[in-house]
């Protein structure tokens, strides 16, 4: 059944987001804390190796050694463009603020739960690939892997953050609903070097996610997302003038 894969991924999102919210009073602040700083180091320890792809002989080989760097700031500048354009990152801690109203009345980090784990469960190959085979029939491993690394991580960002971690979930229903959707009326249409790319932005990304958490800087990574629809076809653009 054609969304299977991201179905398992949400239900996934929620339980290890309601775990992680029925255990996290337990912690206390400094534990809390600890936990989010580990987050964090553990995502950008995720980003340098997502970045690593740029160097990778099969990107170099295709579009050469200079060449990458302009697929990737094309893609952020151009992407941020569109993403700040959009609101994105507004209107996502806009729906958080909805969210927190209506369900969880005073609870201090839900908004922030919500925003950093829709954007971190969102960001990535697994769930654009993991869609776009789920749509062409060609399985859900990608998307079980992901739901398996996102319900423990789920369970991790919750203890911190509370229940705003699970209804990110909400985030990743639609934002893979739509890649299957286009795997689905497209089929594969990008190849090694074009998912290359996206996972370079997309590490990025994370990298932008892991300052966050880390209190060092905030980012509006949401006003990025746009850049990841980007870097496949600004491979193909590097190649006409590689």
């Known amino acids: 059944m054609i969304g299977f894969g991201t179905l398992i991924n949400v239900v996934a999102i929620i339980a290890g987001g309601a775990i992680g919210s029925l255990i996290g009073h337990r912690f206390s602040p400094s534990l809390r804390t600890l936990t989010t700083d580990v987050l964090g180091l553990i995502t950008a320890v995720s980003a340098a190796l997502s970045v690593s792809v740029i160097t990778s ?17 094309f893609s952020l500048l151009i992407g941020g463009f569109i993403g700040s354009a959009l609101q994105v990152e507004l ?24 925003v950093t784990a829709s954007l971190v469960f969102c960001i990535g190959p697994l769930a654009i690939m ?12 990608k998307l079980v892997l992901k739901s398996t690394l996102d319900f423990f991580a789920s369970i991790a960002f919750a203890a ?18 739509i890649f ?11 190849d090694n070097v074009q998912v290359s790319a996206l996972t370079v932005v997309g590490g990025l990304l994370l990298f932008g996610i892991s300052l966050k958490l880390l209190n060092i800087r905030h980012i509006a990574i949401g006003n990025l997302i746009p850049a990841l629809f980007l870097a496949p076809y600004a491979v193909v653009l590097a190649r006409y003038f590689a």
Not at 57 to 73: E, H, R
């Open 91 to 114: 209107r996502l801690e806009s729906l958080g603020e909805t969210l927190k109203k209506r369900i969880s009345g005073s609870e201090s980090n839900f908004v922030m739960g919500f």
């Open 130 to 141: 993991g869609s776009f085979d789920d749509a062409m029939g060609l399985g859900i491993d």
């Open 57 to 73: 002989s099969n990107v170099i080989d295709d579009i050469g050694s200079t060449w990458p760097i302009f697929v990737v700031l």
């Open 180 to 190: 299957t959707g286009l795997g689905f009326a497209l089929g594969n249409v990008w």
């Open 160 to 177: 911190s953050f509370g229940w705003g971690v699970a209804f990110s979930a909400i985030s990743v229903g639609v934002y893979q609903a």
